[in-house]
């Protein structure tokens, strides 16, 4: 199947600093890419979808200003988590979508686990 | 989006098959029926998916009600690397997977 990386695959930083996750399509170009977060025992909460060359559109209850998302070129999206908190920690877990394949198959990154002290 | 149900957990023996239930009583007419997997600490893996066939791929087997309104995930002989949380999403036009709590299943040597 597709692959998906994601880097770094984890971080530990201070509160108040920023962290930037990448999410890479290695071997398909993906115009979509959808951003998750996983709390521990949680199911995975869809936080973003992010659209190749333009605004993310952000689920309900996310603060865009809080979790920036770009995604400049069809093989990578980032996710920026502005002064992050210990609340922020978590699973964060990107996916993208292969249009080229069948519908709606979806291929998901390793995950990136963020710990902020 | 439309919402799955499915048991929290299951067990099964190893090398038996395993059925996992899904009910989907909302489902729309153009909502694909998906089955991605997870491992502690890892991304979510794909299964399967379906409109309104069976379908077979590698990993497993996918049953669907005539109605649409269930789906089972069949898996012919599970092994220990099975044990994972299954999730049955219905995924419309938008792309969008929501996931819901899955189910956590253990196979025993």
């Known amino acids: 199947g597709a692959v998906v990386s994601q880097h770094p695959s984890w971080v530990i930083c201070k509160s108040g600093t920023s962290v930037k996750i990448e999410c890479r399509s290695l071997d398909f170009q993906a115009t979509t890419m959808f951003w998750y977060r996983q709390f521990p025992k949680q199911s995975l909460m869809l936080m973003a979808t992010?659209?190749?060359?333009?605004?993310?559109?952000?689920e309900q209850g996310v603060e865009k200003d809080k979790f920036l998302i770009n995604h400049a070129s069809l093989t990578l999206s980032t996710l920026t988590v502005t002064s992050a908190h210990p609340e922020d920690s978590s699973f964060y877990i990107c996916s993208a979508r292969d249009f080229g394949r069948a519908a709606n198959e979806q291929f998901f990154g390793p995950g990136t686990r963020l710990t902020v002290l | 989006d439309a919402k799955t149900t499915q048991p929290n957990s299951m067990e099964s023996n190893e090398e038996e098959p395993v059925h996992l239930p899904c009910n989907h009583s909302?489902?729309?007419?153009?909502?694909?029926i998906h089955w991605y997997r997870q491992l502690p600490s890892q991304g979510p893996e794909y299964v399967i998916h379906g409109l309104t066939s069976n379908v077979n791929n590698r990993m497993a087997s996918l049953a669907i009600a005539e109605d649409r309104k269930s789906s089972t995930l069949i898996l012919h002989r599970a092994t220990l690397r099975d044990a994972a949380v299954y999730y049955c999403i219905l995924a419309s036009n938008t792309g969008k997977l929501i996931f819901g709590q899955g189910t956590t299943l253990q196979v025993k040597p």
């Open positions: 992010s659209n190749e060359g333009s605004k993310a559109t952000y």
């Open positions: 909302t489902i729309s007419g153009t909502d694909y």
